[in-house]
């Protein structure tokens, strides 16, 4: 049995066409939608065979990964973006591997070049900040499997809820000597109602932001993420970005 997980921020235009297809695919499991937007997502889900958690707050991707993990049921979680940008044979080959984490490499297809430098730069930062992860060929993917038991007892280090969450279940689960695998996959990059395209350098910021607050945590340091200096600078900064 099979949980699927699917954060969705303001979908309604997407996510119809992604439930339709994984409840025909996989019409044995579970399927949640989490929605922390202010759009018609959630009558959308209504329609299908889902379940749907309504967030009046704003989640974050991680934020929503995280509150679906927890109301999942079965011991493999599928965790992947609204647009589904992944074939039925992929998703096939990334649930049938064995392991506690499987993460994927993309290979891209319509990506900008932009983004796809921005991205091979945020790979090459991430490594930087994260040695032990320098194996690792992708980290952004919008598509994981995760075990549910492995991901509950990680869930207190889990502490970025926004796009920079899929580094922190990496490291987080590299640390602990869970076993991790790396499947590739052919990626269907849709730039229709990208939230990251619309606000790339905001995103970029925070992304790099994030990393650093990633860092800290993990380091002897980390009290500085509850000083008022570090609180002060990080509210001015997403001031200026809003």
């Not at 499991?29 to 922390?36: G, K, P």
């Not at 065979?49 to 929503?64: D, F, H, I, Q």
């Not at 984490?101 to 945020?122: A, D, E």
């Amino acid at each position: 049995m099979l949980s699927i997980v699917i954060p969705a921020f303001n979908e309604e235009k997407r996510i119809g066409s992604t439930l339709n297809k994984l409840s025909i695919w996989y019409n044995s499991s579970e399927i949640i939608v989490v929605f922390d937007g202010n759009d018609n997502t959630p009558e959308v889900v209504k329609e299908y065979n889902a379940k749907l958690y309504v967030s009046k707050e704003r989640l974050g991707k991680g934020g929503s990964l995280k509150k679906g993990i927890e109301f999942s049921s079965y011991k493999k979680i599928l965790l992947i973006d609204a647009d589904l940008p992944v074939t039925r044979d992929d998703l096939n080959k990334i649930i049938s591997t064995n392991a506690d984490l499987v993460v994927t490499t993309r290979k891209m297809v319509g990506m900008p070049w932009k983004r796809r430098f921005l991205h091979k730069g945020f790979i090459l930062l991430t490594k930087f900040f994260f040695p032990s992860l320098r194996k690792f060929k992708d980290f952004q993917s919008g598509v994981k499997l995760v075990d549910r038991e492995k991901a509950l007892r990680s869930l207190d280090n889990l502490i970025i809820n926004d796009f920079l969450f899929d580094v922190n279940l990496i490291y987080e689960f590299k640390r602990r000597g869970y076993k991790i695998k790396e499947e590739e996959i052919s990626y269907i990059h849709d730039e229709t109602d990208s939230k990251i395209s619309r606000k790339l350098i905001k995103i970029i910021v925070l992304m790099f932001l994030s990393l650093v607050k990633l860092r800290v945590y993990y380091s002897p340091f980390k009290g500085i993420l509850k000083s008022r200096t570090y609180l002060k600078a990080q509210d001015f900064i997403l001031r200026i970005l809003r």
